[in-house]
């Protein structure tokens, strides 16, 4: 009886419990319509509201509840009353009539967006909604933590969506291409921002873009190409875009471009062989992957033409996202300078892909090389054997000296007076390291790209990074050329011939002529001998005993100090042109070929020369009224004229795509459409041996290498630091084992 009594009160108790639950609920339905805006803004975030109000609304009430606040206050954009539309007033066109909406949002404070459409027929267009950007309502959210285990949790995000119902709705006029304001609504439910804080500030310009793509081929980053624009600027305030609207424009490209970058980069470099004279390309496909690819433009036939007796070769990595393997040609120039006189890309270092690639270089160039220095790869000397058969391989000297280290030990590697005897060995005993400096010039090729292009390159990004490269390595040879013909030299003897030389001879070449001269003037002598087969013999002796007469001859095709000596003696004013070597000459390039103005996928040429020329009038004014206020801002208020003058057929780009392809395939230099077709896939990511794979296990030169930058240990037997112990010193076994003979014991 007592048992059924107190459940009966719990009973009871319990439901006074769930009332007062509810009335508590009720009461803070009411308080959340009648208090403060702040206090409903708490209240609704409260867990009562989420969990126990929300669970019995209807989709509509919600929707009544959230927009509450924003129906007490509305807001009036502060336009002028010109700009503002009205019911009735017509456009000729759409295009216009968006254009107007877009620039009253932008001076009301609000940015908008394209809404629904309806159409004749599914044709034409009959009405267009242009609405505010924060129309619409939330989409909804759920998280279940142990649902989602996992998984990855969606980050949180803001939403501007809450219900504006602020737009526009434009009807077609039928029968005309005119159209008409159907509907205007102009109050807002949020307050209005100022116009440097709307979303359309933040969008970049073409010009914008452009500099993003530009700085990209001299390896600079979006981070980076940000801080440069506001440094150039002036100011952060005055670059709206912000970092990470950089960061997404290479983000963008890479979904435009994606999986069809080989086809596209194939497609570009065809039609560049069609448009420009005497251009070279070949590739090579397996199983419709690209492997290979080798270009040639006509300067560097040309360069081969002339500097193509020695050539260079080696490869880089680390220039594209494929990790294709970069392979450029090098050659010295009339400056002595590294010109590249081809390039290709292998996606692989087999003998298969190096022998085609030779086999394109000499398609291309039409003769092998006399000299060919490579490193000491070893499927580059087989595809160089296979290839130029009859060209001589050599070595270079630089891998030579770089790859002793692995061979000896390392106590001998740090022996003074070894390297001294091995470099004179390497060298020749008579032979200084000049003669052999076409050897480590690949080393510095490949170092020259590589500050122009970085490991996560697309290939057409890559091709323009070369580009830059390539524009940068000949306006250096341009403004060689033209110091050389302007230069005015000293002259250090009275000589005819050193004033002749002074006119062939380019600024580098000249300067040893004229000491090989100076020398045959002041420190040789000469003895007659007599007459041997028809020519006159002399001895030829110089005054200081210490010179070795072996070092005064040259084998760059330059006459040494003992034929000018002769020549001087003969009463012969110049040099003979059979003496000259062509490749040395300042017009060797300039007098015999005739170039195109365009070697690069620029675009239109005249296009870009008008662009830069707008550039440099703009430049040249504002130098002209930067100081002068007044003339400023008149000059500010005709480009603002101008501006409108040229706006009057040009849409918002707040309203296209930010990843329009035409966009990206012209930022790039495409000048082709984006191929639908995709006959050419992209290679699969290779691990080269210099590609850098934590993966690919060193080699034993590499591992040397490594140990020897690190700091030994002290051996306790011979005192030193080397990489030895005590139980492996040399000098503590060789005792032991001289005491073993005596059957001394050693301790």
Known sequence: MNDSRFDQQL???????????ICVSVFYFVLSFRFDQIIWCIMSNSSVIDGDLYSSMSESEEEDVENSFFEEHVYKPDVPVQLIPFKG????????????YSEYAEIGGFDVRLGTQSRFDNKIIKKKHVICNRGGKQKKKSCDTLGTSGVRRKRNSNSRAIGCQAKIIFESVYGTPNDKVFQFDELHNHPLEKRSDLK??????????????????????PTMAHKLRASLRGGYEFVKPKVVDYKNLRRDINRVIGYKDAQMRVNTMNDRRAQYPNYSFEFNCQDDVLDCMFWVDEMEKAYYAEFGDVISFDATFRTNKYRMVFVPFTAIDHHKKSVTVGSGLLSNESIESYSWLLKAFLKTHGKEPTLVLTDQDAAIKQAVENVFRNSKHRLCMWHIMKKLKKKISDDLFTNTDFRKRFSKLVWDINMKPDVFETTSRSESMNSF????????????NFMMNYDTAIQKQRNTQREFDRASKKASYKMQTPREIELQASKVYTSTLFFEVQKEIYKACFFCTYLYVGIEDGWEVYIVQHKNSKSDF?????????????????????????????????????????????????QSDSGDCENVKLVNDSYYSFESCLDIVRDDKKR?????????????????????PGLKSKTHGEVVCKLLGVTIPIPEEINIHVPEVQSNKGSGIKKRIPSVGEVAYENSKKEHRMCSGCGKRVP?????????????????????EVR
């Open 449 to 460: 790209f590589n500050t122009y292009s970085e490991s996560g390159n697309l290939l057409l």
């Open 550 to 598: 072996k070092n005064g001859f040259k084998c760059m095709g330059v006459l040494c100090r003992h034929a000018f000596t002769i020549m001087m003696r003969c009463g012969v004013k110049e040099i003979l042109e059979m003496y000259i070597l062509k490749r040395w000459r300042k017009d060797v390039i300039s007098r015999n070929y005739h170039f195109s103005s365009v």
């Open 200 to 221: 359309k500030a933040r969008q970049m310009s073409y010009s914008e873009k452009e500099f993003i793509v530009r700085a990209s081929t001299s390896k600079i980053g």
């Open 632 to 652: 400023l801002a008149l000059f500010v208020e005709k480009q603002q004229m101008l501006l409108k003058e040229f706006e009057s057929d040009y849409i918002s």
């Open 11 to 21: 009973y009871v108790f319990i439901q006074l419990i769930v009332k007062f639950r």
């Open 724 to 744: 030895h112990n005590l139980r492996t010193c040399p000098e503590r076994v060789g005792a032991a084992k001289s005491a073993k003979d005596n059957n001394v």
């Open 89 to 100: 007033l017509i456009f000729k066109s759409l295009k216009l009539a968006i254009k107007m």
